[in-house]
Nanobody, 120 residues
C-alpha cells in the first residue's frame, strides 16, 4: 500500500510560482510512475504531468511546469511557474504501477489534494 501526502499549495498572483511536493510511504516508490492531476470546481479531474523514467505534460502546462522525483526521499515535485488564473484547482498526486500515463484510471493510489489558487 502506498500513501501519498501533498503539500505546497496556496494563493499566488498570476505570473508567480509554487512548488508542490508529494511524499510517499512505502519502500517501492521507485517502482511507481507518479502523476499530478488537477480538478477545478465543476470540472473533471485532468492530467497535468507524469514521470517514470521520463516525463510528460499536458499541453496547457508544457513549458511552465516541471515534474521531478527524488527516489531517495520518496518524493515527487511539481514546479509551477508563470501561473495563470486558469491553473486554479485542487492538485492531486497519484501513483501507478502501469507506467507513465495521462489517464486517471491508470493510477491506483491518490493523495488528498492541495489547493492552488491563482489570482488575477
Amino acid at each position: 500500500q502506498v500513501q501519498l501526502v501533498e503539500s505546497g499549495g496556496g494563493l499566488v498572483q498570476a505570473g508567480g510560482s509554487l512548488r508542490l511536493s508529494c511524499a510517499a510511504s512505502g519502500r517501492t516508490f521507485s517502482g511507481y510512475a507518479m502523476g499530478w492531476f488537477r480538478q477545478a470546481p465543476g470540472k473533471e479531474r485532468e492530467f497535468v504531468a507524469a514521470i517514470s523514467w521520463d516525463s510528460g505534460y499536458a499541453d496547457s502546462v508544457k513549458g511552465r511546469f516541471t515534474i521531478s522525483r527524488d527516489n531517495a526521499k520518496n518524493t515527487v515535485y511539481l514546479q509551477m511557474n508563470s501561473l495563470k488564473p486558469e491553473d486554479t484547482a485542487v492538485y492531486y498526486c497519484a501513483a501507478g504501477r502501469g507506467g507513465r500515463s495521462p489517464r486517471v484510471y491508470d493510477y491506483e493510489h491518490w493523495g488528498q489534494g492541495t489547493q492552488v489558487t491563482v489570482s488575477s
